[in-house]
């Protein structure tokens, strides 16, 4: 995803719609699955069975292109469905879910272009992908070769073609024009912001100038005590501004809004995220509103804290439904910017917000290393350039990695949460999570190919062990909260499970310092 180039008509050319003559292969398929029988007499009546009968076909087809497994691990929706065959506006169907549908026709035989070919040269040819978008999108990642990271920045890619609206396509093809520059992230290129470098420990970016002094490692990792082992360490982000690793997103954030001129940037946030990017804002005084999405249940000095820095509120009950990037800019009164909740588009590799952060990780060489996860960014960001270092040990490694890449690929990494609504660990919950089957899929196929050790996982934490771990860092006078300590909180459940002496790190995600 190196080179491609986006036109403003993006959105319109990647989804084509599906002729009538397909549509009859697909139904003959229906028809011999037998979803079809209890669907209902009506015309369209056939699409819930179809959502059925593909969601099949994706669990029970092993030599399914795994570009698809990843992007309808629970098949397509009935919405999508519906799109698809001209039923809903807007209509068309995308490259992948085309792809899907023929193979599903085709008993896995034919994909859309052979398809295409196969049985309806002539007439249309038309439809054919090779000039799409898409395909210009997909070429260069194919070229990368086929690891696991390429796969799943591939899957962001495509899920992005689905949602996006024209203002954050158009952001999109500004940063993709601007990555095949080297000097793009220059002091001089980004008004009143001094970014060094991209990934010289020597010139480190973080914490910024003028206001911090930035170094390398960014915050301190130190050896603490706890009971029953003897190598436990904990890397320690409260020392950040605002009190967070979020911070470090923020960052980015603040970068990239002043960069591509963001009018307008829409979030769900319990706090930490939201405070942190307002800091930023406001110490650079960027001309972008922060719009935060809160649930009701929310305290209400947190919500008065953030106004007080500058962020516009909104209140919803978040339990209701998963809300899309387009419903989330509606509820904020988002007409001119974009939404980042789940970051895609500042971010399109998942790698960008805390890549520094996962290098001072991986260059303590743990044997097992224990991450908050909430949204999942901060951990699978981890992992991702983990992988990265993995495939780059025969070439050569980012000059920020320092540690040894063969202790790192036997680390068990894990994520630490909770499903429980209630929980102390507040900021870890979230009633949807529409990534996670996604990050699941990713995990496993690192240990798979021994990327990463074979116990890594996303565990939930027992409340009975939150309050011992907050006494341990107490003891060691280290700023957190129950969600920011959840990975000592996790050691301590599994300490019967764990050897005493291997390298431990604990990643203290910290507590959030609001305004007085």
Known sequence: MDTPIFCHSMKKASAKRIPKEILDLVREQLAKTGYHESVGTGRWSFIHGLQKAVKDFVKNTPALDPQLSLSYPQGPSEDLLRRAFNLKSPPGATLTLRNLLALFATQNKFGWNELIHDRFHQKFRNLLDEGDVESIIEEPIKSLGATNMDSFAAKIADVLLEKLSNKEIDLLREQLNDEKREDIFSAEEIEGLYVPSLNDPLKPEFPPRPFYEPKFPASRTIKIEVEGFTNVWLKDESTNPTGTHKSRMAWEVLIKSKRYHIKEVSIISSGSAAAAIQHFFNLYKANTKLKVLMDYKISKDIKDSLRKMGCEIYETDLSKQSLTGKEIKELTNNKEGIDITYREILDRYND?????????????????????????????????????????????????????????????????????????????????????????????????????????????????????????????????????????????????????????????????????
């Open 352 to 516: 960008n917000y805390y890549d520094w952060l996962s290098y001072e990780v991986m260059n303590e060489n743990p044997s097992y290393c224990f991450v908050p996860f909430g949204t999942g960014d901060l951990f699978v960001n981890i992992l991702i350039i983990a992988e990265r270092e993995f495939n780059n040990r025969i070439y050569k490694h980012d000059p920020r990695f320092l540690g040894d890449i063969q202790n790192i690929s036997k680390c068990h990494f894990f994520g630490a949460t909770t499903l429980d609504s209630n929980s102390r660990m507040d900021k870890l919950f979230s009633y949807y999570l529409p990534s996670l089957d996604d990050y699941e899929f990713y995990i496993n196929s690192l240990i798979q190919n021994e990327r990463i050790g074979n116990l890594s996982g996303i565990l939930e934490v027992d409340e009975n062990f939150v309050e011992e771990a907050l006494e341990i860092i107490k003891t060691h006078s280290i700023r957190s909260e129950p969600s920011g300590i959840a990975g000592l909180a996790l050691l301590l459940q599994m300490r019967d499970e764990l050897p005493r002496d291997k390298k431990i790190l604990i990643i203290n995600t910290g507590s959030t310092i609001y305004p007085i």
